[in-house]
């Protein structure tokens, strides 16, 4: 008899040992669950909590360019020679395009036939091809930072200054923006030699 | 004999009938417990404004009627709100250009200033990258505010014939004005 007895509270301690484990395992859940929805509940409470309008305004303009260079003395004092090459003292830095305006610009240029400053009459055509001749002389601008040694000819129709690695225009998008080239010049095959012969190339910005 | 003791028993069992809840019934109460969410939701219209073309170091400014805060008539709770802006920056590339917003109401070269005001307030309070009280109250649900903006450009980057210019032009500086709202 004492034996079922001490068998039945064993039972019974087993029993309430067991709850207790449940409720402590029902409590760990409840306060995981808890602290797992803490994060949520701002975000809940929020809703759409804030509203925000784009405010724009627009700037004037004005537009305008400045060249580092106004002259290039092929060869100094010294003569030039015959079908011979000639490059800019910094082949791809020589002048500095310098956008003094704000506007965004792409830029053009266009050469013109060289004249004997005696007599305008007597000249050097500017070569269309870049291929010289007998009083034909060609020209031709290098970009800075484009492909090495590439090479634009300058012809007597505005043209739109390009990169030659990808073909994009010349631009200065916004004021004191700068860029820089050289020049390359092919003297004729043939020519009177003792004139001083004198070209003017004009670099153009027009609004992007 | 048998018809006579169903029928007791048939009596006995319908007389136990309205007793039998009782004898079983014991009674517990359940409550049940909820806590409303605070739920809101706040509007600002328009969407987007523009100032038109500004010259530098010159003020605009909106009507006081040009923006309105509503706070949806659904919402369930009152809302403090508070009021941000930003740096302005050049549309069309915001890395190469833009206008640092002022935290001290002066401008300078590249610095603008932002102030709103509610209407029927007597001072204009200026906007700053960091949150700035929209309303000294609370708002709640189907409230709405109305207020116009304050705006004082940059100095000029540069000046070419006697005129004052940005680096950019013909360009389109934009930056956002965001009002947000806690419960309160």
């Known amino acids: 008899m004492t034996q079922q007895r001490q068998i039945a509270y064993d039972r019974e301690v087993s029993r309430k040992s067991a709850m207790k484990q449940i409720k402590a395992g029902i409590i760990t859940i409840l306060l995981a669950i808890i602290l797992a929805a803490i994060p949520y509940l701002p975000v809940v409470a929020e809703g759409n909590s804030s509203g925000e309008t784009t405010i724009t305004m627009n700037t004037e303009s004005v537009m305008g360019i400045s060249l580092g260079q106004a002259e290039w003395r092929v060869e100094g004092e010294e003569d030039v020679s015959l079908n011979t090459t000639y490059k800019t003292d910094l082949p791809a830095s020589w002048c500095t395009i310098t956008n003094t305006g704000n506007s965004n610009v792409t830029m053009f240029i266009k050469g013109d036939d060289a004249e004997w400053v005696s007599d305008p009459s007597k000249k050097w055509t500017l070569s269309s091809t870049g291929d010289n001749g007998k009083n034909v002389y060609a020209l031709w601008y290098h970009i800075k930072g484009d492909t090495v040694d590439s090479y634009t000819p300058v012809s007597k129709d505005l ?40 070209a003017n190339i004009i670099l153009s910005a027009v609004a992007a | ?69 509503t706070v949806d008539s659904t919402s369930t709770c009152a809302i403090n709100t508070y009021v941000t802006g930003e740096n302005a920056v050049w549309a069309d590339d915001p890395g190469a250009y833009n206008w640092t917003l002022s935290n001290n109401e002066q401008n300078d070269i590249k610095v603008y200033v932002l102030w709103f005001k509610l209407d029927g307030e007597e001072s204009y309070i200026p906007i700053t990258e960091g949150p700035t009280s929209f309303y000294s109250g609370t708002l709640g649900p189907g409230d709405s505010k109305q207020f116009g903006l304050k705006l004082l450009t940059p100095q000029p980057d540069f000046t070419k014939g006697g005129t004052g210019y940005f680096s950019v032009g013909s360009a389109i500086v934009q930056t956002h004005v965001t009002i947000s709202a806690v419960a309160a």
């Not at chain 2, 004999?1 to 029928?7: D, E, S, T, V």
């Not at chain 2, 004898?23 to 404004?49: H, R, V, Y």
């Open chain 2, 1 to 69: 004999m048998k018809l006579g003791i169903m029928g007791i028993l048939l009596a006995g069992i319908l007389a136990l009938i309205p007793c039998l809840p009782a004898t079983a019934q014991d009674s517990g109460t359940i409550t049940i417990t909820m806590t409303g969410a605070k739920e809101f939701s706040i509007n600002l219209t328009p969407a987007n404004w523009s100032f038109g073309t500004v010259t530098p170091n010159t003020v605009n400014t909106t009507d006081l009627t040009q923006f309105n805060l």
């Open chain 1, 159 to 198: 043209a739109s200054m390009k990169w030659v690695r990808d073909g994009e225009p010349l631009n200065l998008a916004k004021h004191d923006d700068t860029q820089q080239f050289g020049l390359k010049l092919l003297t004729p095959t043939q020519f009177i030699g003792g004139r001083t012969m004198e």
